[in-house]
Every structure is written in C-alpha cells, then in structure tokens.
C-alpha cells in the first residue's frame, strides 16, 4: 500500500466550485483550457514567482501519478508514481521557448486566465466548470492522500514498455 497524492484547488470566487457542485479535489490532474477558436493566455505562479504566460491551448498541473494521463498525451514527462512532484504541461503551446516544468509536490502554484472568448474551462479528473475571464485557481497537494494498492508483480517500468511500447527499436532487439 502507497500514499497517492491528491490536489486541492481553490479559486479567487469561493462559490464557483459549490455552484457548479464539483469537488475540489483531484487525483491526476487539474487543467484549464480555451472553449472556443481563440488562443488563452495562462499566468502562472509558483510558490509567488511568476513564469512567462502559456500562450496555448490550455495548461495542465499533474501529480506523478496523472503523469502517464493527459500530460504524457500533450508531450509532458513521465514521472515515476513516488516521486514527489508536480508537472506543469501546456497543451499545444504556442510558445516555443516555454516547456513543461516539474516543481515540487510542496510547491503552491497559482493559474490567472486570460480568456479572449471571455471564458475558459477548468478541469478536476474530467469533471468541468466555465470560469470567467480572469478567474484565478490556487493549487497545492491537499492535506490527505489516497491509499493506493499496488501488487507485488506490478512494475512501472515494465508496465511503460508494454502499454506505451516504450523503447521499441530493433536495435534493442524488439
């Protein structure tokens, strides 16, 4: 049995999660992303200090375990389920010189939207509220985990190699 890191969210508008009647919390991965044709611009902070805006799609933060989730799928890393970090993912970036960034599981990161359609969706493990332009989310690891059950035969590296295919070259004879 491991712990299982679990991140809670807190918007600038207390009462947008309990109207839209969604749970703060989430288990892979928070994201924020655009509803229509026009580019978001995300201002992201990290324990205060501000990076450049993501210019994209949308911006993902996600546990090591929501790491091998959507992140993997937009070109974030894989990060081993133990490690203590948090992966901050833009999905299709506009930005060529701003990458995915990994901070540490103790860190507080902050997400401020710049909506040119007015609004942006914000994501909790699949399950959605509209905010509105300018809505800023402040995210940390909650204050409980998850108890998560792992069998002795189970191995992560393994399991990469044969789900992803994950280094399948003929140069290493497979």
């Not at 703060?24 to 992303?33: G, L, M, Y």
């Not at 993902?60 to 948090?86: D, E, N, Q």
């Not at 599981?105 to 007015?118: E, L, N």
Request: proline content about 6%; charged content about 20%.
């Amino acid at each position: 049995i491991e712990d299982a890191t679990v991140l809670r969210a807190v918007p600038n508008d207390d009462t947008l999660f309990e109207d839209a009647g969604m749970s703060p919390f989430a288990f892979n991965e928070f994201t924020v992303h655009r509803t229509g044709s026009a580019i978001l611009g995300v201002d992201v902070c990290v324990n205060g200090t501000p990076l450049p805006t993501y210019w994209s799609d949308g911006l993902i933060l996600a546990t090591s375990a929501g790491s091998t989730a959507y992140s993997l799928s937009v070109g974030g890393p894989i990060v081993m389920p133990g490690a203590k970090a948090l992966i901050i993912t833009p999905i299709a970036s506009h930005n060529l010189n701003i990458r995915p960034l990994i901070v540490p599981d103790t860190s507080v990161v902050s997400f401020r939207v710049r909506a040119r359609d007015g609004k942006a969706i914000f994501t909790a493990d699949n399950r959605s509220v509209e905010i509105p332009d300018g809505t800023s989310v402040t995210m940390t690891v909650a204050q409980f985990s998850l108890k998560r059950v792992r069998l002795n035969s189970s191995n992560f590296i393994n399991a990469l190699t044969e789900k992803l295919l994950w280094g399948e070259d003929i140069r290493n004879n497979r």
